[in-house]
């Protein structure tokens, strides 16, 4: 994955130099630094969104995939985690479309 992700900035890049930049921006001190926190909220929101999939995961460790809800006998109750889940998914995903460089 390393490799490739150099590879994908060396052959992205305009020039010799902007590579060169990028690499030394990627290997910076900055990436030991405790990241600024811009939007309390949102790192709220994503925080209880992580806890909420570990404990997931830790739940259903024994079972053969991850949202397998053998415990919940109601359909309705087990279509509405699904939706959630899907709804999940198309809310936090990005919607706007950059260049990775």
């Given at each position: 994955f390393l490799l490739t992700v150099l590879a994908w900035v060396a052959f992205r890049a305009d020039?010799?130099?902007d590579a060169l930049t990028i690499y030394g921006t990627m290997a910076s001190s900055s990436l030991f630094?405790?990241?600024l926190v811009r939007d309390p909220r949102g790192m709220a929101i994503?925080?209880?969104c992580i806890a909420f999939m570990l404990l997931l995961e830790w739940w259903n460790r024994?079972?053969?995939y991850g949202l397998q809800l053998d415990a919940?006998?109601?359909r309705p109750v087990r279509l509405l985690c699904y939706y959630a889940t899907v709804f999940m998914l198309f809310a936090f995903a990005p919607m706007?479309?950059?260049q990775f460089i």
């Open positions: 020039s010799l130099g630094e405790f990241p994503a925080g209880s024994e079972r053969q919940v006998t109601a706007d479309s950059g």
